[in-house]
């Protein structure tokens, strides 16, 4: 499971460079789909791996998470790794940016269980990258049919052309994006929600404004996200904010973003780190 190739079209590629994101469907079948599913749930079982609950809860040790957020599953479980070294999302990002390689630079599973859920703020990802240039994107995959009620992801299209906003918190503290933003920004200002069956994916641009809602329906909503490096990211250092993998960043301050934890995704399987 989890090799073989995903057809990227020219005309895909064209999108993503004009709005900044762009969907695939049916880019994983039944069978990995339920073997991503059964990864997560031992995951969110044992939470033997970096967990937290993004909207500030403490449900991270209590079970009663907003938005459960586990980090870097393909270390410890099989099918996640399957799925992030077989090569096939990568070499859509590969197609996607035009670079001749790419970079982990983590995976997350994202969980909104009914009831508690939170909404996911207007952000952009960038911001909390330790990435100097734009460009890194995030393949965002669906686990469960996503809908707007469920939480399903939304984009505005062209905002990754707009410049690097400050980060947002998730806790609903400090400022909203919208009041960072220019009077002709808020004009362009058209949310685009991808509804979407399980096993579709889409993948966006560090830059571009996207928002989930809270999962108001009767049934999980599972997402398993990798963010990828190409080629011409360096590292930020001190210039951006800490990151839960800088210890593991081999990387200079102005040399190409690279870290014992970021694999690189090559032709088929992963070549080193």
């Not at 599953?73 to 799925?83: A, H, K, T």
């Not at 939170?118 to 809908?147: F, I, N």
């Not at 707007?148 to 918190?169: L, N, T, V």
């Not at 870290?259 to 032709?267: K, V």
């Amino acid at each position: 499971m989890f090799g073989g190739e995903y057809p990227v079209s020219p005309e895909q590629v064209a999108f993503y460079e004009e709005n900044g994101y762009v969907r695939f469907d049916n880019v994983l079948n039944t069978d990995e789909v339920a073997a991503l599913r059964t990864d997560l749930a031992e995951a969110k079982a044992k939470k033997n791996v970096y967990a937290r609950d993004l909207a500030g809860g403490d449900g991270a040790a209590g079970g009663d998470d907003k938005i459960l957020q586990m980090l870097n599953l393909w270390e410890r479980f099989d099918s996640v790794r399957d799925y992030i070294l077989g090569g096939r999302i990568a070499r859509m990002a590969k197609a996607l940016t035009k670079s001749p390689t790419i970079h982990l630079y983590h995976d997350q599973a994202l969980i909104k269980e009914p009831g508690p859920s939170a909404p996911s703020p207007w952000h952009q990802d960038q911001p909390y990258w330790p990435s100097k240039e734009w460009g890194m994107l995030s393949c965002w995959m669906a686990l469960d049919d996503v809908t707007i009620d469920r939480g399903c992801m939304q984009f505005i299209p062209g905002s990754h052309k707009w410049g690097e906003f400050p980060p947002i918190s998730f806790e609903g503290e400090g400022k909203a994006l919208k009041e960072y933003m220019s009077e002709e920004q808020l004009a362009a200002w058209n949310p685009v929600p991808v509804e979407m069956p399980a096993g579709s994916c889409t993948f966006h641009h560090g830059l571009c404004f996207h928002y989930t809602n809270a999962n108001t329906t009767d049934h999980v909503r599972r997402a398993l996200v990798a963010i990828f490096i190409p080629e011409g990211i360096t590292y930020a250092a001190d210039e951006k904010m800490d990151n839960p993998f800088a210890e593991s960043i081999t990387s200079q301050k102005g040399e190409p973003l690279r870290g014992t934890r970021f694999p690189e995704l090559a032709a088929e399987t992963a070549t080193g780190q």
